[in-house]
């Protein structure tokens, strides 16, 4: 199975990052703009954790 990726949401059309959740056991996350860079790999529930802590405001 090859990784789907998508941009964020809130990157309003500039360079961010990408997201492939669509692999079991695994969330992938790479900069768009150095797609051959490296990919950062997490573990879902931590992706959660981090996207959950990322929407709160202070």
Known sequence: MN??????SRSGGTECVE??????GVVLVRDSKDRDGGTLVF???AWRAFVAGAGRRG
């Open 3 to 8: 990784p789907t990726w998508r941009k964020s």
């Open 19 to 24: 997201v492939a959740d669509n692999l079991p």
């Open 43 to 45: 573990p879902p529930g």
